[in-house]
């Protein structure tokens, strides 16, 4: 073979190796703030271009942006709400417009709205169902034929280990977070024919604004319960979700990655 064809080639090998999410687009829900922010981060680093989408965090959101832009990858900011489906679906005509068709949508969006059952409101209920199941609902809606005709397309789905070991005041939020685990599976089965995954990623304690908002006593209690005897960072959630987008993880599908410091062990 021609030796101009093979260095060719060995750069290719070595750029994809260096930046395997190169020529993939994938869209964060939630990546302004927290752990969807350091995934967006993390697949841009590995090459990928980024759709930062937000709900109200706009500098923040450009502030992602721009970091992208910085190194491997490219980003473009996408405002949305989640749990408006017509919103979603004309984020889902402006992503396409900038990058194309879509690989990797990583349903991340979420937020609490903590209280005891017997005092939590119906709206409470629907607020905290709406955003993290809903939301995925909406998302997923937008970008599934993208998905499912990509070559190597992703659903990565960010789940809770709430979802799995219940939580006290959180009844709306487990629920909606096993939902989520469900909603994975299920889109598993429907996707695999077309060589395409769904999996999904279950945090432990995180620290994000989300558990900051916990009071601090009961912070150094769910510390006790969890054998690394910390929170995550959320960069460590993220190279977790980074590899489930990857073509490294073509047949893993279906499964939950729990990243939570060892509370099963
Ligand atoms: N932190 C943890 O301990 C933990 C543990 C397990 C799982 N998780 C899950 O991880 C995900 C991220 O949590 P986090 O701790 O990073 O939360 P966070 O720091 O509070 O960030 C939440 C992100 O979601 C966005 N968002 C909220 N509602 C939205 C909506 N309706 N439409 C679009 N975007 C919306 C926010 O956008 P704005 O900035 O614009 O408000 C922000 O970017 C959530 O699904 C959460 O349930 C977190």
Known sequence: MNSKIVQHAATTEAQQRAN?????TCVVTGSSRGIGREIALELGRHG?????????????AHEVVDRIDAGAGEAVVAQADVTDRSDVDDLAARVRESFGSVDVLVNNAGITADRRFDEMSREEWDRVVDTNLGGAFNATKAFYDDIREADHGRLVNVASVVGFTGNYGQSNYAAAKSGLVGFTR?????LAPHGATANAVAPGYTRTDMV???????????????PLRRFADAEEI???????????????????????GGMYA
Request: glycine share 4%.
């Open 186 to 190: 299920a889109l598993a089965h429907e």
């Open 48 to 60: 990928a271009s980024v759709a930062v989408n937000y709900l109200s965090s706009a500098d923040a």
């Open 212 to 226: 900051d908002d916990v009071r601090e006593d009961i912070q150094e209690r769910i510390r006790e319960r969890i």
């Open 238 to 260: 993220a190279p977790v979700v980074r590899f489930l987008a990857s073509d490294a993880a073509d047949y893993l599908t279906g499964e939950v990655v729990n990243v939570n």
């Open 20 to 24: 395997p999410l190169d020529g993939k």
